[in-house]
Protein backbone atom coordinates (compact mmCIF):
# COMPACT_ATOMS: atom_id res chain seq x y z
CA UNK A 1 0.00 0.00 0.00
CA UNK A 2 2.69 2.23 0.97
CA UNK A 3 4.22 2.04 -2.49
CA UNK A 4 0.71 3.11 -4.43
CA UNK A 5 -1.96 5.74 -3.90
CA UNK A 6 -5.77 5.89 -4.34
CA UNK A 7 -7.53 8.77 -5.89
CA UNK A 8 -10.63 10.11 -7.70
CA UNK A 9 -10.70 11.87 -10.73
CA UNK A 10 -12.95 13.00 -13.70
CA UNK A 11 -10.74 12.49 -16.78
CA UNK A 12 -12.75 9.94 -18.15
CA UNK A 13 -15.95 11.97 -17.52
CA UNK A 14 -17.25 11.32 -14.05
CA UNK A 15 -16.05 10.66 -10.78
CA UNK A 16 -13.98 7.01 -10.84
CA UNK A 17 -11.42 5.62 -8.52
CA UNK A 18 -7.59 5.12 -9.73
CA UNK A 19 -4.67 4.15 -8.04
CA UNK A 20 -1.20 4.79 -9.37
CA UNK A 21 2.04 4.45 -8.27
CA UNK A 22 4.31 6.59 -5.60
CA UNK A 23 6.09 8.36 -7.73
CA UNK A 24 2.73 9.73 -10.17
CA UNK A 25 3.39 6.51 -12.59
CA UNK A 26 1.51 3.25 -13.65
CA UNK A 27 -1.92 5.08 -13.34
CA UNK A 28 -4.71 2.18 -13.62
CA UNK A 29 -8.69 3.12 -13.20
CA UNK A 30 -10.48 0.49 -10.84
CA UNK A 31 -13.80 1.65 -11.46
CA UNK A 32 -15.83 2.21 -14.70
CA UNK A 33 -19.35 2.89 -14.12
CA UNK A 34 -21.33 5.80 -14.85
CA UNK A 35 -22.04 6.93 -11.24
CA UNK A 36 -19.64 8.90 -9.31
CA UNK A 37 -16.82 6.50 -6.97
CA UNK A 38 -15.21 8.79 -4.30
CA UNK A 39 -13.31 8.58 -0.97
CA UNK A 40 -11.58 5.94 -1.96
CA UNK A 41 -9.73 4.08 1.50
CA UNK A 42 -6.95 1.51 1.65
CA UNK A 43 -7.52 -1.48 4.32
CA UNK A 44 -4.68 -1.75 6.39
CA UNK A 45 -3.47 -4.61 4.82
CA UNK A 46 -3.54 -3.06 1.74
CA UNK A 47 -5.30 -5.74 -0.03
CA UNK A 48 -9.01 -3.82 -0.59
CA UNK A 49 -9.88 -0.56 -1.05
CA UNK A 50 -13.38 0.93 0.31
CA UNK A 51 -15.32 3.75 -1.41
CA UNK A 52 -18.73 5.19 -1.71
CA UNK A 53 -20.69 5.08 -5.42
CA UNK A 54 -23.63 6.16 -6.11
CA UNK A 55 -24.12 3.83 -9.17
CA UNK A 56 -27.11 1.95 -7.74
CA UNK A 57 -28.96 5.85 -7.09
CA UNK A 58 -27.67 6.97 -3.23
CA UNK A 59 -24.74 6.89 -2.06
CA UNK A 60 -23.83 3.64 -0.44
CA UNK A 61 -19.95 2.18 0.65
CA UNK A 62 -18.67 -0.01 -1.39
CA UNK A 63 -15.59 -2.66 -0.59
CA UNK A 64 -13.29 -4.28 -3.25
CA UNK A 65 -10.02 -5.79 -4.25
CA UNK A 66 -6.90 -3.30 -4.75
CA UNK A 67 -7.15 -4.72 -8.68
CA UNK A 68 -10.94 -3.56 -8.93
CA UNK A 69 -12.08 -7.35 -8.42
CA UNK A 70 -14.73 -8.50 -6.29
CA UNK A 71 -16.99 -5.51 -5.98
CA UNK A 72 -19.58 -5.56 -2.83
CA UNK A 73 -21.70 -2.95 -1.50
CA UNK A 74 -21.94 -2.61 2.12
CA UNK A 75 -24.47 -0.43 3.15
CA UNK A 76 -28.42 -0.75 1.77
CA UNK A 77 -29.75 2.43 2.94
CA UNK A 78 -32.31 5.45 1.25
CA UNK A 79 -29.94 7.91 2.99
CA UNK A 80 -26.70 8.54 2.01
CA UNK A 81 -23.67 6.62 3.39
CA UNK A 82 -20.05 7.90 2.50
CA UNK A 83 -16.42 8.57 3.77
CA UNK A 84 -15.59 5.07 4.68
CA UNK A 85 -12.46 5.08 7.07
CA UNK A 86 -10.67 1.23 8.11
CA UNK A 87 -9.90 0.30 11.97
CA UNK A 88 -6.40 -0.07 12.17
CA UNK A 89 -6.87 -4.09 12.57
CA UNK A 90 -8.92 -4.07 9.15
CA UNK A 91 -12.33 -5.69 11.18
CA UNK A 92 -14.44 -2.32 11.04
CA UNK A 93 -15.12 0.84 8.86
CA UNK A 94 -16.72 4.25 10.12
CA UNK A 95 -18.34 6.06 7.66
CA UNK A 96 -20.97 9.44 7.64
CA UNK A 97 -24.78 8.33 7.17
CA UNK A 98 -27.48 10.82 6.95
CA UNK A 99 -29.87 8.08 7.56
CA UNK A 100 -30.92 9.72 10.89
CA UNK A 101 -31.80 13.15 9.03
CA UNK A 102 -28.52 14.32 9.99
CA UNK A 103 -24.70 13.57 8.92
CA UNK A 104 -23.49 10.98 11.77
CA UNK A 105 -20.66 8.85 12.26
CA UNK A 106 -21.74 5.32 12.32
CA UNK A 107 -19.16 2.26 12.33
CA UNK A 108 -20.03 -1.61 11.00
CA UNK A 109 -18.36 -5.03 10.39
CA UNK A 110 -15.92 -4.91 7.57
CA UNK A 111 -18.61 -7.25 6.15
CA UNK A 112 -21.22 -4.31 5.75
CA UNK A 113 -22.94 -6.07 9.04
CA UNK A 114 -23.53 -4.40 12.34
CA UNK A 115 -23.88 -0.78 11.90
CA UNK A 116 -23.84 1.49 14.87
CA UNK A 117 -24.76 5.27 15.30
CA UNK A 118 -21.74 6.40 17.76
CA UNK A 119 -22.56 10.38 17.86
CA UNK A 120 -26.54 10.59 18.45
CA UNK A 121 -26.10 14.85 17.83
CA UNK A 122 -28.68 16.75 16.00
CA UNK A 123 -25.51 18.47 15.07
CA UNK A 124 -23.62 17.57 11.88
CA UNK A 125 -20.28 15.19 12.54
CA UNK A 126 -18.04 14.38 9.65
CA UNK A 127 -14.49 12.98 9.06
CA UNK A 128 -13.82 10.10 11.22
CA UNK A 129 -10.46 9.20 11.70
CA UNK A 130 -9.57 6.35 13.69
CA UNK A 131 -6.65 6.38 16.67
CA UNK A 132 -3.61 3.83 15.29
CA UNK A 133 -4.20 1.48 18.53
CA UNK A 134 -8.81 1.71 17.44
CA UNK A 135 -9.19 2.91 20.86
CA UNK A 136 -10.71 6.25 19.88
CA UNK A 137 -12.26 8.14 16.52
CA UNK A 138 -11.48 11.36 16.10
CA UNK A 139 -13.84 14.03 14.04
CA UNK A 140 -15.59 17.38 13.42
CA UNK A 141 -18.45 18.65 14.39
CA UNK A 142 -20.46 21.80 14.40
CA UNK A 143 -22.26 21.00 17.81
CA UNK A 144 -20.82 23.67 19.70
CA UNK A 145 -21.68 26.56 17.22
CA UNK A 146 -18.48 26.16 15.28
CA UNK A 147 -16.02 23.30 13.65
CA UNK A 148 -14.03 22.14 16.34
CA UNK A 149 -12.20 18.76 16.75
CA UNK A 150 -13.15 16.02 18.73
CA UNK A 151 -11.78 12.55 20.26
CA UNK A 152 -14.31 9.74 21.43
CA UNK A 153 -13.81 6.31 22.19
CA UNK A 154 -14.04 3.84 19.59
CA UNK A 155 -17.69 2.99 21.09
CA UNK A 156 -19.05 6.54 20.65
CA UNK A 157 -18.42 6.97 24.66
CA UNK A 158 -15.97 10.19 26.48
CA UNK A 159 -16.62 12.81 23.71
CA UNK A 160 -14.05 15.38 24.43
CA UNK A 161 -13.78 18.83 22.67
CA UNK A 162 -9.91 19.06 21.82
CA UNK A 163 -10.29 22.54 20.24
CA UNK A 164 -12.03 25.64 20.80
CA UNK A 165 -11.95 28.54 18.41
CA UNK A 166 -15.13 29.88 16.55
CA UNK A 167 -13.15 30.08 12.96
CA UNK A 168 -13.49 26.23 11.93
CA UNK A 169 -11.35 23.26 12.68
CA UNK A 170 -11.75 20.41 10.43
CA UNK A 171 -10.11 17.08 8.94
CA UNK A 172 -8.36 15.49 11.87
CA UNK A 173 -5.48 12.97 10.90
CA UNK A 174 -3.79 11.26 14.16
CA UNK A 175 0.13 10.76 13.58
CA UNK A 176 1.33 7.29 13.36
CA UNK A 177 2.14 6.62 17.05
CA UNK A 178 -1.10 8.36 18.28
CA UNK A 179 0.66 11.11 19.90
CA UNK A 180 -0.60 14.43 17.71
CA UNK A 181 -3.79 14.90 15.67
CA UNK A 182 -3.11 16.93 12.42
CA UNK A 183 -5.89 19.18 11.43
CA UNK A 184 -7.11 22.54 9.63
CA UNK A 185 -8.34 25.51 10.75
CA UNK A 186 -9.20 29.20 9.82
CA UNK A 187 -8.07 30.43 13.36
CA UNK A 188 -5.83 32.99 11.40
CA UNK A 189 -7.90 34.26 8.60
CA UNK A 190 -7.42 31.50 6.22
CA UNK A 191 -7.12 27.44 5.81
CA UNK A 192 -3.81 26.45 7.36
CA UNK A 193 -2.33 23.42 8.58
CA UNK A 194 -2.03 23.15 12.48
CA UNK A 195 -0.97 20.23 15.09
CA UNK A 196 -1.39 19.48 18.70
CA UNK A 197 -1.01 16.72 21.00
CA UNK A 198 -3.55 14.14 21.42
CA UNK A 199 -5.19 15.55 24.18
CA UNK A 200 -5.28 18.94 22.61
CA UNK A 201 -2.60 20.85 24.20
CA UNK A 202 0.79 22.01 22.15
CA UNK A 203 -1.12 23.56 19.60
CA UNK A 204 1.36 24.00 16.79
CA UNK A 205 1.02 26.20 13.31
CA UNK A 206 2.70 24.48 10.34
CA UNK A 207 1.62 26.43 7.44
CA UNK A 208 1.66 29.74 6.41
CA UNK A 209 0.20 30.54 3.00
CA UNK A 210 -2.15 33.04 1.66
CA UNK A 211 -4.07 30.05 0.12
CA UNK A 212 -5.74 27.59 1.55
CA UNK A 213 -3.97 24.42 3.01
CA UNK A 214 -5.92 21.60 4.13
CA UNK A 215 -6.37 17.73 4.17
CA UNK A 216 -3.34 17.01 6.30
CA UNK A 217 -1.93 13.29 6.08
CA UNK A 218 0.78 11.94 8.13
CA UNK A 219 3.77 9.73 6.20
CA UNK A 220 4.08 6.10 7.41
CA UNK A 221 7.03 7.26 10.03
CA UNK A 222 5.33 10.35 11.46
CA UNK A 223 7.59 12.92 10.28
CA UNK A 224 6.22 14.32 7.32
CA UNK A 225 2.70 15.66 6.68
CA UNK A 226 1.56 16.11 3.19
Request: hydrophobic share 35%; proline share 6%.
Amino acid sequence: MGERIAFTSQRDGNFEIYVMAADGGNVTRLTNDPGDDQYPAWSPDGSRIAFTSNRDGDFEIYVMNADGSGLTRLTDDPADDIYPAWSPDGARLAFLSSRDGNWEIYVMNADGSGAVNLTHNPAEDFSPAWSPDGSRIAFDSDRSGSYEIYVMNADGSGVVNLTDNPDGNVGPAWSPDGSRIAFASARDGNWEIYVMAADGSGLTRLTNHEAGDDQPAWSPDGSRIA
